[in-house]
């Protein structure tokens, strides 16, 4: 009997232990490009054979074809661009053909790569087609044209050692390590379950139900390299996965992380997750209802529609040689005490169908309320409410954004004083001036140092609300994807209350405290924000203020009020 595809070993791209010490020793004098923890993701999938069959970073002809028609040069289907951006300045001092060591955020070298192509790409383009629209509201859309480089290189990885991880270690497998587990154990037919999100009750009777209808054993297959800005992290996703395991039978169940950069593209994300199963050894993929989307357009309407995911899939499905097992919505039928899928109740009338979003399921452990028995294991709930306490427990961000003199330090500093007076939680100002005078002296008012400048601001934030304080940040923050950016960088551990004060530049021409103005009319600073120098208004900030003719405590308490009523303190 032959071996099953599926099992037997895939190419890796890694050297033999020997030539990689010899390797590491040459690279010492390459050019070295630390890499983003994206491309860290991507380059471990490239190196393990996960993304097999590619066997580096995209060239210019592959990836306009896997932008075009999901298919590389050579006709392979590939539906995802895997390509390494870099600045302007890195590019320009290379020679095509020329080896550059490739190193993770400490400087290990991971491998080096073969630079054989270099272009800028077509951004708008990548986005439509890949994404579905170029809308800055898609968080890859956003990463595209507001985080990654400018300039692509592409040309085949060689690789020396795989990526570090101190955490889980035992729970991280390459397609080859699963293969073998798989071959070890008998299984044939192995369902993979790609989730993002803690497992709650439903997704246990899915996937009982999934691994049941293709008569498979299951392996749960969750993200842990990056997700969408929001999600629970990683840590307490597995800690919540381990805890459910034992829920399993042993025998026909198992873990594993994947250490995959989502890119949440939807319909040819789910493509490209089957191929990436079918590198692990998997022979069927459940496909989710809006498998990978996103959320909400700049229309507020979703991304991707709930079924195209599937029906994307379905077309793909003998070419990509794994099976779909579609996802069926399961509810709790409170009368008979069970799960069952939504589509296959008959008695829809006659009986009590119970649900929790993930929505509501956020809203419920935000404001600390009761989640039932029915929806998830008391064991994973626990684990959620040691990360997230109820709002009024956790630090949040206040942050100010307006023109110069607009009133935002005043407010700012009034509504330090009322907060300290509540007490409870620490509180840290870190004003434009004072940020600037301890955090950034060395910086100018460039565009690039003033972004500099506010990711900082930010950066000091997010320490301050994972760490359960209140931090209250009154900058100018001009341009938008700055101000988006600090956010993501917030909600990742707290609420972001974004506040426009939003006094007129004329206001604050004719208050013109500190005489800034008058030296920017007259050409004396350059780059003033209002007079030479642009300032996006934030299109939908937590709370909007009018300070004409509205005295500064008013102000404050109109903040406090939006505090309170986001949960985040208890005026009583």
């Known amino acids: ?106 400087g290990v070298i991971l491998a080096t790569m073969t630079v054989t192509d270099r272009w800028e790409p077509n951004k708008s383009r990548e986005a439509e087609m890949v994404f579905g629209a170029d809308d800055l509201a898609h968080p890859a859309v956003n990463y595209l044209h507001n985080q990654a480089g400018k300039i692509y290189l592409g040309g085949p990885v060689t690789g020396i050692q795989q990526p570090v991880h101190y955490d889980f270690k035992g729970r991280r497998d390459t397609p080859n390590e699963l293969r073998a587990y798989f071959r070890k154990l008998g299984w044939r037919r192995i369902v993979a379950f790609q989730t993002r999100n803690p ?17 498979a054993n299951l392996l749960i297959h969750p993200v842990v390299g990056m997700t969408k800005p929001g999600d629970v992290d990683h840590f307490t996703r597995v800690r919540c996965y381990e805890a459910v395991l034992d829920k399993y039978p042993a025998s026909t169940t198992t873990m594993s992380l994947l250490n995959l950069a989502m890119r949440m593209a939807g319909p040819r994300e789910a493509v490209w997750h089957g191929l990436i199963r079918k590198n692990h050894g998997c022979t069927h993929f459940i496909v989710g209802r809006d498998h990978a989307g996103p959320g909400k357009n700049s229309a507020g309407e979703d991304f991707y529609g709930p079924y195209d995911a599937q029906d994307l899939f379905r077309q793909y499905q003998d070419e990509i040689g794994v099976e779909m097992v579609d996802f069926k919505h399961m509810v709790w039928v409170q009368e008979r005490a069970q799960y069952e899928p939504m589509d296959e109740i008959e008695d829809k009338d006659n009986v009590t169908i119970l649900n929790i979003s993930g929505t509501e399921l956020r ?110 940040c009154a900058p100018i923050a001009p341009y938008t994807s700055t101000r988006r950016a600090v956010r993501e960088m917030i909600e990742a551990y707290g609420a972001f209350v974004e506040v426009h004060v939003a006094t007129s530049i004329e206001e604050c021409e004719r208050r013109d405290r500190k005489g800034l103005y008058k030296l920017a009319r007259e050409g004396k600073i350059k780059e003033f924000t209002g007079i030479s120098d642009p300032y996006e208004a934030p299109a939908t900030p937590e709370l909007r203020l009018e300070t004409e003719g509205t005295d500064v405590d008013n102000c404050a308490h109109q903040v406090l009020l939006k505090l309170e009523q986001m949960g985040l303190i208890g005026l009583s």
């Open 1 to 106: 009997m032959t071996m099953l595809s599926n099992l037997a070993p895939i190419p890796e791209l890694y050297v033999s232990y020997d030539s990689a010490q010899k390797l590491k020793f040459e690279a010492a004098n390459l050019k070295s490009l630390d890499l983003t923890p994206r491309q860290i993701c991507d380059l471990e999938l490239l190196m393990n054979g996960g993304f097999f069959p590619l066997k580096g970073f995209l060239t210019e002809a592959d990836y306009n074809g896997v932008v075009e028609n999901m298919r590389t040069a050579d006709g392979s289907l590939w539906p995802i661009p895997i390509t390494l951006d870099v600045s302007e300045s890195f590019a320009d001092g290379l020679e095509l053909g020329e080896d550059i060591a490739l190193r993770d955020q400490e």
């Open 199 to 215: 497992l709650h009750r439903a997704h246990q009777e899915l996937t009982f139900r999934a691994a049941k209808e293709a008569q």
């Open 363 to 472: 809203r419920r452990l935000a404001e600390g309320l009761e989640i039932p028995e029915w929806f998830s294991f008391p064991e994973v709930v626990t684990e959620l409410r040691k990360t997230k306490p109820p709002r009024a427990k956790q630090g949040f961000t206040v942050f100010f954004t307006g023109f110069s003199g607009s009133g935002k330090s005043t407010v700012a500093n009034a509504l330090m004083v009322k907060l300290m007076e509540m007490g409870g939680r620490p509180v840290t100002l870190l004003d434009g001036d004072v940020v600037r005078k301890h955090l950034s002296s060395e910086l100018g008012f460039s565009k690039e140092h003033r972004d500099i400048n506010i990711k900082r601001i930010g950066y000091v934030a997010s320490e301050i609300t994972k760490n359960g304080g209140i931090a209250i």
